[in-house]
T-cell receptor
Framework: GEDVEQSLFLSVREGDSSVINCTYT??????LYWYKQEPGAGLQLLTY?????DMKQDQRLTVLLNKKDKHLSLRIADTQTGDSAIYFC????????????FGRGTSLIVHP | DAGVIQSPRHEVTEMGQEVTLRCKPI?????LFWYRQTMMRGLELLIY????????DSGMPEDRFSAKMPNASFSTLKIQPSEPRDSAVYFC??????????????FGPGTRLTVL
């Protein structure tokens, strides 16, 4: 199976919260990342969390990490149409020179 | 800084032709990555370089694909001969260990390749 898995699509109404989920297999992961890809562009790092943290908040973004279940989530509060994009979960380890392993991406569609 | 620069942005070619994609990483970054993105397979790491040396090319799909990095500011990904199944968006990314977070990758805008 894939090292990093995430659902492919999520549709939400503008103003609601979005929660994008991800599971990974490497228990030695050091960093976990969320990258955002807007239409026609490359990926851009949105936020990240160290593996020794449970939660990280950055304005409308909340990252939750459950190491026991190897589960990562990204919550976007008050989702806007500008948040429509593909969101990639990724993990890296020191043993892998911190080269990220990416999931396949979740397409977030925000409708009015 | 202009960011990672890729050229061309779009390429349409016929099956059997040689295709060369180009990348200029961010100055000072010592890692360079080539990815391929398709609907079917998602984002695939093809090869990456450290200080111009190829480190891992296990993601290169076939011998038709080759990549070079002759100097710190330039890399190419070549497909010869190209096939319709090579149609994808190809991304180049660069990174610098010790940045905001270790190995944060900075992606170029991608080259959309269509092989007819």
């Amino acid at each position: 199976g894939e090292d990093v898995e995430q659902s492919l699509f999520l549709s939400v109404r503008e103003g609601d919260s979005s929660v994008i989920n991800c599971t990974y297999t490497d228990s030695s992961s050091t960093y976990l990342y969320w990258y955002k890809q807007e239409p026609g562009a490359g990926l851009q790092l949105l936020t990240y969390i160290f593996s020794n943290m449970d939660m990280k908040q950055d304005q409308r973004l909340t990252v939750l990490l459950n190491k026991k279940d190897k589960h990562l989530s990204l919550r976007i509060a008050d989702t806007q149409t500008g948040d429509s994009a593909i969101y990639f979960c990724a993990e890296s380890t020191s043993g892998g020179s911190y080269i990220p392993t990416f999931g396949r991406g979740t397409s977030l569609i925000v409708h009015p | 800084d202009a960011g990672v620069i890729q050229s061309p942005r779009h390429e349409v070619t016929e099956m059997g032709q040689e295709v060369t994609l180009r990348c200029k990483p961010i100055s000072g970054h010592d890692y360079l990555f080539w990815y391929r993105q398709t609907m079917m397979r998602g984002l695939e790491l093809l090869i990456y370089f450290n200080n111009n040396v190829p480190i891992d090319d296990s993601g290169m799909p076939e011998d038709r694909f080759s990549a070079k990095m002759p100097n710190a500011s330039f890399s190419t990904l070549k497909i010869q001969p190209s096939e319709p199944r090579d149609s994808a968006v190809y991304f180049c990314a660069s990174s610098l260990p010790g940045a905001r977070v270790d190995n944060e990758q900075f992606f170029g805008p991608g080259t959309r390749l269509t092989v007819l």
